[in-house]
């Protein structure tokens, strides 16, 4: 496996499986599903062990498994943006094995209280939070960026085809020899991840993803203000808030609708839950033709709808093989919304905060489903069962609706690709990576009749500036001189100016600029300078260091 990743051999752009003859993707995704048939063993497991304490507890399972994305997200974001992400999956997958482990033995040794197993739940819960961000961020070194898209559904085409599998199959183990061996299974299974990953040579990184002095607080804020800045990636985390509260109701209520309203046991939820699957599956082939049907955001509103429809079936329908065939479409719908909002945000995000963006939206998606299984089990115990369900179904319909208001942007106007393109700034002296504030002046020439169209274009750069490392940013015109337009922005250090520079500046922030420039006089070019704040220290003398980096 020692062979690029990113050049797979040729096949089909439009097949749904393309990005499998990329052969690292293809092992990681077949050990990946692996991995997730003993994931959704053990939940079936864990939620049965639970089934008799209550919905409030049994909702608990999926609150402790997805509350550490909450907590640890952003810094798991930060980890696989600094460090190599190779040697963090593995971390993650040792972790989660020895967790596992410990916890197939105290089932077996009947010692497994409800509280030690949702303690434990929630510590497999950090490895994934640890692991997830790292997965999402390699992605796009396994596969070309044109089968991001591709790449994304093969992956909910996995999470499901696990999900048709192993609840059905962790139902019936369960039921004949008891939770421990599922909890085992599950150990198991992160072994063959970790064997592809310690046999894949990833190629070292064309540039560093981080300053090396960044803490993980800088870190942080860095990934924080590059979201808030970038309205593509922040619809795309608007339209998961408003798909996901509803969603998380059918999988927090799925095992008491099966237990309270249909009478089945153990092994009928497990094939309710692969009813899902076999539906996500079959959507897999069709994701592409519904998509070039309907469009990305009738993707998201059709699949709002479909599932507002399976919660009404949960609700008012006792017949089991009914509730199954109802199921199909849920994951038909399900893969249909996920791979889209997945798609969407791994083609927006460069890759300096690649990591970090994703912790974002795996924060927003898996912490509004931890969030939500709570309040909907609370519900389920105040009103009811099928009125929760119905009041459920009714939140999708909401955000079916809200599609036409808050729509994905187009991205085909988006190049995350690295612009390494601004030349040089001729100073008199070499500043120290850490020396700073710095701040960045550009004056500009604009005519009479371009200095409205090149204010507006400014506020595109304005956010192209606060996303790569600007801390303030100001447009002022002269007012002595009307022509005459200066650009103010602060950079914290000249290691974050020099990071703007080589690593964090894309083809679509150098397209933005090129296009405000246009409406410059006729043979004017902008005039930059570069000033230190003074009591940050003293500047190296020129001649005393190496070649000033632009």
Known sequence: MSSPPSAPAPAATDSPWAPLAAHVFRALWI????????????????QWLLVGHGAALVTLVQTAAGLPVVLLALPAGVVADRFDRRSVLLAAQFAMLAVSGVLAVLAFLDALTPAVLLVLTFLLGCGTALMGPAWQAIQPELVERRRLDQAAALG?????????????????????????WVFAFNAASYLGIAAVLMAWRRPEPATATLPGNDGLLAAL??????????????????????????????????????????????????????????????????????RALLGI?????????????????????RTPWVVAVALLPAGLAWIGVLSTLNAAVQTRLPGWVRARGLAVYLLVFQGGQALAAPLWGAVADWVGLSACLLIAGAVMLLSAASVRRWPLYDAAGINPTPSDHWPAPPLVFEPGEADGPVLV?????????????????????????????????????DGNDPARFVENYLVSTWAEHRAQHHVRWTDTDRRREEEARELLAPGTVPEVTHAFDTVAGPAVPAGSGPAPAP
Do not use: E, K
């Open 156 to 180: 909910a085409v996995n999470v499901n085809l696990a999900r048709a599998v192993g609840p059905a199959l962790g139902g019936a183990v369960v039921a004949a020899a008891g939770a421990g």
């Open 441 to 477: 002046s550009v004056v500009y020439r604009v005519p009479a009749g371009n200095r409205a169209a090149f204010t507006a274009r400014m506020r595109q750069v304005a956010r192209s500036r606060r996303r790569t490392g600007a801390l303030s940013w100001g447009l002022y015109q």
């Open 221 to 290: 804020y860095a990934g924080r203000r590059y979201v808030w800045n970038a309205p593509g990636v922040r619809r795309v985390l608007l339209r998961t808030v408003l798909f996901i509260p509803g969603g998380a109701a059918l999988w927090a209520l799925l095992p008491l609708t099966a237990s309270s309203s249909l009478g089945l046991g153990s092994a009928g939820y497990g094939v309710l839950l692969a009813a899902v699957g076999v539906g996500a599956v079959a959507g897999a082939f069709a994701l592409r033709r519904v």
């Open 31 to 46: 050990a990946q599903l692996v991995s997730n048939v003993g994931s959704w063993m053990q939940t079936v497991g864990a």
């Open 297 to 317: 955001n009738g993707t998201l509103a059709a699949g709002a709808v479909v599932f507002a429809g399976v919660l009404a079936v949960l609700a008012t329908v």
